[in-house]
């Protein structure tokens, strides 16, 4: 078994502007026990480890009892981080059941340095750590050191064999309050890693012209506020390799966001990389929900009238003009306004 280099870490990412921001204009979803703060989750406790699934691939927490999934939704595994963020998952519905196959996002601690012995299906919760063991550890295997994290698996891709877009893994918020999730911070699987390198039967290793990469989209009041990317990898030289930051501010506010795998690898049968990748540390702004509700915050009537309007958005960003904002929080002649 071999143990992978370094990685040039991609450049190809999402060409926004990341905002000066501190710590503390934030509120982040850790994964981490230590700061959970909500009531029995999906198996009755009140940690996120208990959410981990052992093993990886089949286990009944992501599978159901039968290991094809349930057929109620009330049934499906989820989690919230309440009294926190209130990001929320469920798994999504496709083939007439809720199953991790069919997308979603599983809490997870495991990591491993070897892509080979840990770089199949089988393993399909596994981050590959570049400082870990060869061995598969669950600990120390999310961002900054931490132990816990999510893995994403789902795709739409119009092939017939992945998700519609409808079904798209999403973080939403639970308690409807429509929020600034500014970014995250996202690493490859080593089932993911292992294919772009090696292949597999399923697919071709990945060439200098081939990329993945993920596209998330936020949406409010069932409109789509706009699109973010990220390339896992970008030809075999530039892949993902460490935990790296993944900005998503400019989405804007936001009540829900969908997460695709888009690539250039195709089988005959549609995307044929695996549609993973980890992410942690999601970090929501603070200044986008005052006091945890949604008091203070006024629709907007349209207003015709020449009286001179002071606008800015949340990013500080100025605009003369009250009739082409898009959807989403101002500050309006100084006073915070909801244009819907």
């Not at 204009?25 to 994964?31: D, P, V």
């Not at 999730?181 to 200098?208: F, K, P, R, W």
């Not at 506020?225 to 390339?231: D, P, R």
Request: hydrophobic share 35%; with cysteine; net charge negative.
């Amino acid at each position: 078994m071999k143990k992978i280099l370094l990685f040039l870490a991609v450049a190809a990412q999402a060409t926004c502007l990341s905002a000066q921001s501190t710590d503390d204009e934030f509120l982040i979803l850790t994964f981490e026990d230590a700061d959970y703060k909500g009531d029995e989750n999906f198996v009755g406790e009140c940690n996120w480890s208990s959410l981990i699934s052992d093993p990886q691939y089949g286990g009944e927490l992501l599978y159901g009892p039968e290991g094809w999934g349930v057929m109620e939704i009330e049934k499906a595994y989820w989690w919230c981080d309440e009294n926190n963020t209130w990001l929320f998952n469920r798994l999504s519905e496709g083939y007439g059941s809720w199953c991790y196959w069919s997308g979603g996002h599983a809490i997870s601690n495991y990591g491993s340095a070897d892509i080979e012995q840990f770089g199949g299906f089988e393993s399909q919760l596994t981050v590959y750590n570049g400082n870990a063991d060869m061995d598969l550890t669950t600990s120390g295997n999310g961002h900054n050191g931490s132990d816990n994290f999510a893995v994403q698996f789902g795709y739409s891709d119009n092939s017939g064999f992945g998700l519609s877009e409808e079904s798209l893994p999403f973080l939403e918020f639970k308690d409807g309050v429509a929020r600034v999730i500014d970014h995250m911070y996202v690493t490859n699987t080593t089932y993911a890693l292992n294919c772009y390198l090696n292949g597999n039967s399923l697919t071709a290793n990945i060439g200098e012209d081939d990329w993945v990469k993920i596209v998330a989209k936020g949406y409010l009041n069932g409109e789509v506020t706009g699109t973010a990317e990220f390339y896992l990898c970008d030809g075999p030289e530039n892949i993902v390799t460490d935990w790296t930051k993944f900005d998503l501010y400019d989405l804007g506010l936001v009540e829900k966001v969908t997460f695709n795998i888009k690539g250039s690898s195709d089988n005959g049968y549609g995307f044929s990389q695996p549609a993973y990748f980890a992410y942690d540390d999601v970090a929501v702004r603070k200044d986008a929900n005052a006091d945890d509700n949604t008091s203070g915050v006024e629709n907007i009537a349209t207003d015709n009238s020449d009286a001179t309007t002071t606008i800015y958005d949340l990013y500080g960003r100025s605009y003369s003009d009250r009739s082409n904002l898009r959807p989403g929080l101002y500050i309006i002649n100084g006073k915070k306004q909801l244009v819907k």
